[in-house]
């Protein structure tokens, strides 16, 4: 793995000492390990330094002051802020690493021959979710490639699948009705109009160039020929002014389950919601695209997901032109395993991107 691609670390602030900086390290990783708050016994008995349960205590009432932890209720224990966990993620975090055998394994579940795009997006996600153990999401923009060639295979039911070849070998599938008592050889005959016109066109332009004929000539095409055309290129089409994209999401579940409470339950809700816009996927993919490497967002930082106490660990997939062709992730608690993440995120982004490319 290419290290330099991580995120660089912050120095430390000077007014945060070595003492200071364990007990800071200790309490985020025991969080993140239990979500639980940590008192000054437990911390005296795993830290391994000479240092009393009352010197502790000092300690933490410093950092506490200084808006890095905070006590939850009438607990003795503390818990870190969302600053306190930023200044964990620049300056103390130890990053782990990916094995051979990890990275061969999501080099396996991506270059599975045969799989479509849109597969190969989705098995990112569910690729990321199990890895984490939180949710994955994978965000990619919409394609401006030319169609080479356009398949509708009739699957029954008044559906169809619509099987288009892009010019760069990326084959795509999507399910779509068809019109009630439409025969199958207008799905052939639909087939045979636009292959005649693709030469290599983008969707947008070939479904003007339709619409043109068949505004001109609307006799000279079959009905039901025209319907299917139409019905066909509306799931595909989208102007060249349109800011749509694919967002796929897996391990939802994972984020709810351990909801404490009606209000953390609403909040995730919200996430949900606001994850299905698509002024999100684009925040999303700018987020990405201004960093070479990985970025980490603790709660309110990213600026989508408001106080959520959620944490994203987002990352640009980009192509050997170095242009970006989406972004990958993960979403959950702000207790999430950074230290496993960011290198799994680091990874799977880089391999991804290369491979689109």
């Given at each position: 793995?290419?290290?330099?691609?991580?995120?660089?670390?912050?120095?430390?602030?000077?007014?945060?000492?070595?003492?200071?900086?364990?007990?800071?390290?200790?309490?985020?990783?025991?969080?993140?390990?239990?979500?639980?708050?940590?008192?000054?016994?437990?911390?005296?008995?795993?830290?391994?330094?000479?240092?009393?349960?009352?010197?502790?205590?000092?300690?933490?009432?410093?950092?506490?002051?200084?808006?890095?932890?905070?006590?939850?209720?009438?607990?003795?224990?503390?818990?870190?802020?969302?600053?306190?966990?930023?200044?964990?993620?620049?300056?103390?975090?130890?990053?782990?690493?990916?094995?051979?055998?990890?990275?061969?394994?999501?080099?396996?579940?991506?270059?599975?021959?045969?799989?479509?795009?849109?597969?190969?997006?989705?098995?990112?996600?569910?690729?990321?979710?199990?890895?984490?153990?939180?949710?994955?999401?994978?965000?990619?923009?919409?394609?401006?490639?030319?169609?080479?060639?356009?398949?509708?295979?009739?699957?029954?039911?008044?559906?169809?699948?619509?099987?288009?070849?892009?010019?760069?070998?990326?084959?795509?599938?999507?399910?779509?009705?068809?019109?009630?008592?439409?025969?199958?050889?207008?799905?052939?005959?639909?087939?045979?109009?636009?292959?005649?016109?693709?030469?290599?066109?983008?969707?947008?332009?070939?479904?003007?160039?339709?619409?043109?004929?068949?505004?001109?000539?609307?006799?000279?095409?079959?009905?039901?020929?025209?319907?299917?055309?139409?019905?066909?290129?509306?799931?595909?089409?989208?102007?060249?002014?349109?800011?749509?994209?694919?967002?796929?999401?897996?391990?939802?579940?994972?984020?709810?389950?351990?909801?404490?409470?009606?209000?953390?339950?609403?909040?995730?809700?919200?996430?949900?919601?606001?994850?299905?816009?698509?002024?999100?996927?684009?925040?999303?993919?700018?987020?990405?695209?201004?960093?070479?490497?990985?970025?980490?967002?603790?709660?309110?930082?990213?600026?989508?997901?408001?106080?959520?106490?959620?944490?994203?660990?987002?990352?640009?997939?980009?192509?050997?032109?170095?242009?970006?062709?989406?972004?990958?992730?993960?979403?959950?608690?702000?207790?999430?395993?950074?230290?496993?993440?960011?290198?799994?995120?680091?990874?799977?982004?880089r391999f991804l991107g290369e491979m689109l490319g």
């Open positions: 793995m290419k290290r330099g691609l991580l995120p660089v670390k912050s120095p430390l602030p000077p007014e945060l000492d070595g003492r200071s900086a364990a007990i800071l390290r200790e309490i985020v990783e025991e969080y993140v390990a239990s979500g639980e708050p940590v008192g000054s016994r437990t911390l005296s008995r795993r830290l391994g330094l000479p240092l009393s349960p009352a010197t502790i205590r000092n300690v933490m009432a410093s950092l506490t002051e200084a808006g890095l932890l905070f006590s939850p209720h009438t607990s003795a224990g503390r818990l870190p802020t969302e600053k306190g966990l930023r200044l964990f993620v620049d300056g103390l975090l130890q990053f782990g690493s990916l094995s051979e055998e990890e990275q061969a394994g999501i080099g396996r579940s991506l270059e599975a021959r045969g799989r479509s795009l849109q597969e190969t997006l989705t098995e990112a996600s569910a690729l990321l979710s199990g890895m984490s153990d939180a949710a994955g999401l994978v965000v990619a923009p919409k394609g401006e490639g030319g169609i080479k060639h356009i398949e509708f295979v009739a699957l029954g039911g008044n559906r169809a699948l619509v099987v288009l070849v892009g010019t760069d070998g990326h084959v795509e599938n999507r399910v779509m009705e068809t019109p009630v008592g439409m025969p199958p050889s207008a799905l052939v005959e639909a087939a045979n109009y636009l292959n005649a016109r693709v030469l290599g066109t983008t969707l947008h332009d070939l479904r003007d160039r339709v619409g043109a004929e068949m505004t001109e000539n609307q006799n000279a095409l079959d009905q039901l020929t025209a319907e299917v055309v139409e019905s066909g290129l509306a799931v595909w089409g989208g102007g060249a002014d349109e800011r749509g994209g694919t967002l796929i999401i897996r391990g939802q579940g994972k984020l709810l389950a351990d909801v404490d409470g009606q209000e953390r339950l609403l909040a995730i809700q919200t996430l949900f919601d606001r994850l299905e816009t698509q002024e999100t996927m684009m925040r999303l993919l700018e987020l990405a695209e201004n960093s070479a490497g990985v970025r980490i967002f603790i709660g309110a930082e990213s600026g989508l997901f408001g106080a959520s106490g959620m944490s994203m660990v987002v990352a640009p997939a980009r192509n050997e032109a170095n242009r970006i062709v989406g972004a990958i992730g993960v979403i959950g608690p702000t207790r999430i395993n950074y230290g496993r993440i960011i290198p799994v995120v680091d990874y799977t982004a």
